[in-house]
């Protein structure tokens, strides 16, 4: 069975198991979340950086969990090899420092991309609107066979799509972006994908 196969199996699974998550957290990030070992094991991270990213969230859930509610409802994030995208609305700009702080203290964090918006939260009809793009954008990864689906992660807030993830070439990449905005409702599109060849991988 190929690679590319396996990947798309193990993600068909792990769509079917996960519950819908609230507020900017979209689906995309669930499926992230989930690939902890079947899923690594046809990614391009290692084994052991999916095994770090995993503890990685975790230990981030824990913080904005236990120390600041709001921040945890209000704060969507998304881990690739030590790599941590923030994005959502916060009502200070102190809150999205403090924010990039805290990521910044957690072992194995190598770098931060503070996407984070000083404002109001987007409304019920936005939030729905965001929901429905990130699964819609997961899906047409997820249906072309010249995209490594399993190498992405997709977060949407406020109708901007924000991309991560660990791209097999430029060509790739740009499929992406591209099918990110045929979307419909997606106002923009901001990618932080990397090539596999990129130097800041092996840093």
């Not at 990614?43 to 975790?58: C, F, G, H, K, V």
């Amino acid at each position: 069975m190929s690679r590319l196969l396996l990947s798309r199996l193990f993600l068909c699974v792990t769509i079917l198991a996960l519950p819908v998550l609230s507020g900017c957290t979209p689906v995309g990030t669930a499926i992230g979340a989930a690939s902890s070992v079947g899923v690594a094991a046809v990614q391009e991270r290692s084994l052991a950086d999916a095994a770090t990213d995993t503890r990685i969230r975790l230990d981030l859930n824990d913080i904005f969990l236990s120390r600041d509610l709001a921040l945890f409802s209000a704060v969507g994030f998304a881990v690739v090899e030590g790599r941590v995208l923030l994005v959502g609305n916060v009502a200070r700009p102190e809150d999205r420092d403090y924010a990039a702080r805290e990521v910044w203290a957690v072992n194995g964090v190598r770098e931060v991309i503070n996407e984070l918006k000083v404002g109001p939260a987007p409304g019920l009809s936005q939030i729905a609107d965001d929901r429905w793009a990130a699964t819609s954008l997961s899906a047409k990864l997820l249906g072309d066979a010249a995209i490594a689906d399993v190498n992405y992660w997709v977060l949407v807030n406020d109708g901007t799509v924000y991309l991560l993830g660990v791209a097999l070439s430029e060509g790739e990449a740009e499929r992406v972006v591209d099918h990110a905005r045929e979307v419909p409702g997606v106002r923009s599109v901001v990618s932080h994908v990397i090539l596999k060849s990129d130097p800041r991988r092996a840093s």
